[in-house]
């Protein structure tokens, strides 16, 4: 199973970024697939939930980025985004994709996203 993750990049503070994920693999069970989310590890700091979502399509959000981003996902390809608008210092980090399936976790490899103030 492979989380191809896209969107990587430096933005200037208050720009917008958009980060997508495809999930593939032979062994995934794409019907199975229940929370996809993007989690993020800044510098220096443990690895957070950014936002999930499932497959009935309810959301959840960190309160540090509530009212800025966006995610959502596309059950028919298998990918899961993230619409990041008003970005700020603080959410430089590494974003990594996740997906649940069978409950079995899948991670993507993490891409790194640079905000400058």
């Known amino acids: 199973v492979q989380l191809q993750a896209s969107g990587e990049g430096l933005v200037q503070a208050g720009g917008s970024l958009r980060l997508s994920c495809a999930a593939s693999?032979?062994?995934?069970?794409?019907?199975?697939?229940?929370?996809m989310a993007w989690y993020r590890r800044p510098p220096g700091k443990q690895r957070e939930l950014v936002g999930s979502?499932?497959?009935?399509?309810?959301?959840d959000y960190a309160d540090s980025v509530k009212g800025r981003f966006t995610i959502s996902r596309d059950n028919l390809n298998n990918m899961v985004s993230l619409q990041m608008n008003s970005l700020k210092s603080e959410d430089t980090a590494v974003y990594y994709c996740y997906i649940r399936s069978n409950s079995v976790d899948y991670w993507g490899q993490g891409t790194l996203v640079t905000v400058s103030s």
């Open positions: 979502i499932i497959r009935g399509g309810t959301t």
């Open positions: 693999g032979t062994f995934l069970d794409v019907n199975a697939i229940n929370v």
